[in-house]
């Protein structure tokens, strides 16, 4: 036994020189447990020798007693020795495997606090017949032009995303934490082929502190009065249905959250916050910024959102209702209200099926992707103080059953619309500004594959019918086929 005790403190001693110069909190953590375990290694040592002694005073006493001596002192029973040892020896090794867990998952920041990174790395390959806005992800159809080429073939991999994850300290009772998702979605450069080239772009950033009812985000994100979106491999640069219902884009915002566990299986959940008030003008600078129509109204938006989740164990359904306001100034006077009202669902429908989806009635949503893009339009030249501008009301909404026969296969179908007032439209006259659609319409369908569950495999077929404000109708065909690699 003292040969395994001795053992032991060197392998402890071991385990501690080989963690490196500079440790986290995490390894410092191991250190101290480890250095408990020499501790009480050290303490084991000496009721072994106490052990010893108290031995050689039995094997006295039993010699005494031999001789004659019928009053012997009594003695103190021996500690079990092994079993303490046993216990130690099955301590230390759940600390090895917990400092080689750290080991694989490590990595270094600038802090001290654990830094967590994760991402896809997504290949898509599509064919697309007719003409379209976005050769990889397409929204709208176009007219086809006499003379040119009726589709195309192409392959990307600019729809890779990279997460970064980071887990502070303790604040005020809150848990803080911190996330940035990156993909290749925002451009190419000017160069020969830059097309493969896919310029890295912020998706989301944010801030957040978590206490047990309450939290509190600084960042951007999707508009959290529109959380969904349909589930594909070939739209995540553009989430699916953009132009078709689906109210997103990369917003900064303030959102605070209170919950309510009303029983085991019902939570409620209320969502207040301020947003940045974007128009959906396209940049006019590609190194400075200037205010869009909402940023000059100098009047942030408000949103708030009430949601119920209820269901047993992981089998989770939710539905929400979302109201926004914003305001927007367009110069010479000409404020326009924007709003909107929200309801949106994600539901559990028995063993194999679930739907989700959302529906959207409002106003001026050009910012949102609302409207088809379109949230004002003039009866004039926009420069001009002599035109009027007038809000586009607009509805609009998807809907996606989802069926799962086996856990590693899932089909999704869906459709998607979004349809401006024509009555709004009407306003338009053409003068220098970009014309509006009147309806767009989208059909999904999809099928994903995960062999394992960091691999899989989809194949989604996109059918687009476009509207124009002259009144022509497009229609586009999209077959896209994915493989991503999450890790």
Known sequence: MKHMAILLVFSA???LAQQGAQPDAGLQEMRQELHEVVS????????????????????AEVAALRAGNTQPAPATPAPDAAD??????????????????????????????RVRLSGLVLFNASSTRGAVDEQDVP???EPHTPGTAAGNISATMRQTLLNVDVFGPDLAGAKTSASMQFDFFGGFPNTLDGVTMGIARMRVARAQ?????????????????????PTSLAAIGTP????????????????AERRWEVSENLVAKLQ????????????????SRYPESGEKSRTPAFAGRQSLQFGNGTQKSSVGIGGYFARHDYDFGRIVDSWAGTLDWNVILGRHFETAGELYRGQALGGFWGGIGASTVFDGDPASSLSHAFPVNSIGG????????AAKWEVNSAFGEDSPFASDLYHFNGASQYEPYLRNWTTMFNVIQRPRSNLMFSLEYRHLNTVQFSGKRATAEHVNLGVGVSF
């Open 13 to 15: 001693s071991t385990l």
């Open 40 to 59: 009480s290694l050290q303490e084991t040592r000496s009721e072994l020798r106490e052990s010893q002694s108290q031995i050689h005073q039995l094997q």
């Open 84 to 113: 303490q040892l046993a216990s130690l020896q099955q301590q230390q090794q759940l600390l090895s495997t917990r400092v080689d867990q750290q080991y694989q998952t490590k990595v270094e920041s600038g802090s001290k606090y």
């Open 139 to 141: 929204m709208l159809a």
């Open 209 to 229: 502190l978590d206490w047990n009812k309450w939290s509190l985000s600084f960042g951007q994100d999707k508009p959290f009065i529109s959380p969904n979106s």
């Open 240 to 255: 699916e249905f953009g132009y078709s219902g689906n109210l997103w884009t990369w917003t900064p915002e303030i959102v």
């Open 272 to 287: 207040f916050g301020l947003l940045d008030p974007l128009g959906g003008e396209p940049s006019s600078d590609h190194f």
């Open 398 to 405: 998807w809907s996606q059953l989802k069926y799962k026969p």
